[in-house]
């Protein structure tokens, strides 16, 4: 029986279920106080892994009782590059010396966004930020600490704070947990926009208010349980005290504001990364596509029941995607996965001006057909983020007519069916080309999450594409 020991984050097991369990708490800071991440592992290089948080917490904001939000975690930690959910960076230091990290996270702070107080009426609506930071942690068998510096860098609040934090470990059997405390000194700017009421914005039951700087402290027990080598169940419990400033807002409703998350996670980990081999092909894809109709949604594409393309106002993309094999077989099934990064320029035809999309994302292949000995056929399915220069045109017009809002940063699915184009012709040489067609669909998973903007809505793109491996 083992006893129920500490556990400090260097005397973790790399990529085990606790380091993706700590990964992925390390995203469920309080909205409201939006603080470190008090913990973050420091996992294998190439780790990753994908999961989901359902987060509950009382609102900031008067009258608007409780928020649901569901945090979607797409997870990787590379040599110098990390995405973690709501925060991508690159590591300017990392080792056996303290991290240093400089990142963009999106601030998970802001008026409600499915249905307005009356104590917010008439303001003008708070939004999420994106923030630029430098984190620097250091970490010991006695604990963690780590503090960041963070600054509006989307013209939302053009606010800053310092967050300071300090966790600890204890691990037994499969049961993980962490306590956190941290404090996050909040500059006036910061404050001002986010719980402040402006002169306009005033009311006889809505006096106009300035709370300035203010200190914000969030105290968090977090756990988990390793259902399997790969698969984690996570929770966790927090309560954050707002500084006497920010609670005597009047569009404030109490000081104490506790939270509960729960979900789970994916970790890929525990094979041997098949692009840490040097024998490894890298994936190169070109893709064209046009925009499908409002009421063509993605159950009918998958299902052919729709796969006609817009005839008004019709808009086109065309891509590059470059892959490398994560996991090749699969646990011994005819199934890869890859991860990819791409590319995707928006020809939106005069009717804005045209943007960019970067996406990344882990792709399954299944290839175990009857017929795939004589000609190779893969049913792929991509999960991952999309993050777009600016709103393409067919989500803006949708969402417009709709009075729905948009956001830059979606879900993204890629569902793709392709076979070999070196099958098809009997040339060995492109025996590893595929033709074939996809989906380019960008979403906001039913306006559930904060992350995404609240976002009910999105785009679809049918698209044809030539794939080869180098």
Request: charged share 15%; proline share 6%; hydrophobic share 35%.
């Amino acid at each position: 029986m083992n006893s129920f020991r500490p556990s400090g984050l260097c005397l973790l097991r790399p990529l085990s279920g606790a380091a993706l369990l700590a990964l992925g708490l390390s995203l469920m800071t309080p909205a409201s106080a939006n603080g470190t991440e008090p913990l973050t592992v420091l996992t294998e290089p190439g780790s990753a892994g994908l999961g989901f948080v359902m987060r509950t917490e009382v609102s900031p904001y008067r009258d608007a009782g409780n928020r649901y939000d569901l945090l979607p975690l797409y997870l990787y930690e590379g040599e110098r590059i990390f995405l973690h959910a709501n925060r991508a960076g690159v590591k300017l230091l990392n080792g056996d010396a303290p991290r240093l990290d400089l990142f963009v996270e999106q601030r998970l702070e802001g008026f409600p966004i499915d249905k307005l107080p009356a104590s917010l009426d008439g303001m003008a609506t708070r939004r999420t930020g994106t923030d630029l930071g430098l984190s620097l942690r250091y970490s010991q068998p006695w604990g963690n600490l780590q503090a960041e510096w963070v600054r509006d860098a989307g013209n939302a609040s053009g606010g800053s704070e310092v967050r300071l934090g300090y966790s600890y470990d204890w691990k037994s059997g499969p049961w993980t947990l962490r306590p956190s405390l941290s404090v996050a000194l909040r500059d006036a700017r910061l404050n001002n926009y986010y719980y402040g009421v402006q002169a306009g914005e005033a009311t006889p039951g809505r006096p106009a208010y300035t709370p300035g700087a203010g200190i914000n402290t969030t105290a968090g027990l977090y756990g988990s349980y390793d259902l399997s080598q790969r698969w984690r169940l996570l929770a966790g419990l927090s309560a954050t005290v707002l500084g006497s400033q920010v609670k005597n807002s009047p569009i404030v409703q109490q000081r104490v504001l506790p939270a509960v998350y729960v979900g789970a996670a994916y970790d890929f980990g525990g094979h041997e990364r098949a692009w840490a081999q040097t024998s490894s092909p890298t994936y190169f894809k070109l893709l064209y596509g046009k925009a499908t109709d409002d009421g063509c949604h993605m159950l009918k594409i998958i299902t052919a029941q729709c796969l006609s393309t817009a005839s008004v106002n019709p808009t086109s993309i065309s891509g590059v995607q470059v892959g490398r094999p994560y996991i090749q077989n699969f646990n011994g099934w005819p199934v890869d996965v890859v991860g990819y990064a791409g590319l995707t320029h928006h020809n939106d035809r005069g009717l804005q001006p045209n943007g960019l999309q970067l996406d990344l994302f882990m792709k399954a292949y299944y290839s175990g057909f009857p017929w795939s000995a004589r000609v190779k056929t893969r049913l792929g399915l991509g999960v991952g983020v999309s993050l777009a220069q600016r709103v393409p045109y067919i989500e803006a017009s949708s969402q417009a007519a709709n009075g729905e809002t948009t956001s830059r940063l979606l879900h993204h699915f890629d569902p793709t069916l392709d076979v070999s184009l070196g099958d098809l012709l009997g040339s060995r040489a492109l025996k590893e080309t595929y033709i074939g067609f996809g989906v380019s669909h960008r979403s906001g998973i039913f306006g559930w999450s904060r992350l995404l903007g609240g976002v009910s809505g999105g785009s679809n793109y049918i698209y044809t594409y030539v794939e080869t491996a180098l």
